[in-house]
Nanobody
Framework: QGQLVESGGGLAQPGGSLSLSCAAS????????IGWYRQAPGKEREGVSF????????WYGDSVKGRFTISIDNTKGTVYLQMNSLKPEDTAVYYC????????????????????WGKGSLVTVSS
């Protein structure tokens, strides 16, 4: 049974940096859109960033453009999210997610189409 194994996150000060990683276990990342959603307390879950395992195309939510960078190592089946210039409003639980049968990423997958979900990583930005 496939799963996504997340690591990283934690506590950072405003303006600081953190990173997340998400590794595919039990399946290979062929033709997947993989990335992260996040959910802050009292708010709806929102797409953060996704990348295609096929053509490397990427998508970023408006609130993280220019600050977050997503990348993929297909040899390791692992996706990374580098988060810089963190703001308190970035505080949330970040969920790794993978949508199968995707070649090009143009936006966040519909949550109903997600094949695998990670358990979530808490990111807290506070002074």
């Amino acid at each position: 049974q496939g799963q996504l194994v997340e690591s990283g996150g934690g506590l950072a000060q405003p303006g600081g940096s953190l990173s997340l990683s998400c590794a595919a276990s039990g399946f290979t990342l062929d033709y997947y859109a993989i990335g992260w959603y996040r959910q802050a307390p009292g708010k709806e879950r929102e797409g953060v960033s996704f990348i295609s395992s096929s053509d490397g195309s990427t998508w970023y939510g408006d609130s993280v453009k220019g600050r977050f960078t997503i990348s993929i190592d297909n040899t390791k089946g692992t996706v990374y999210l580098q988060m810089n210039s963190l703001k308190p409003e970035d505080t949330a639980v970040y969920y790794c997610a993978a949508d199968r049968h995707v070649i090009t990423v143009a936006g966040p997958p519909h949550e109903d189409d997600i094949t695998y979900w990670g358990k979530g990583s808490l990111v807290t930005v506070s002074s």
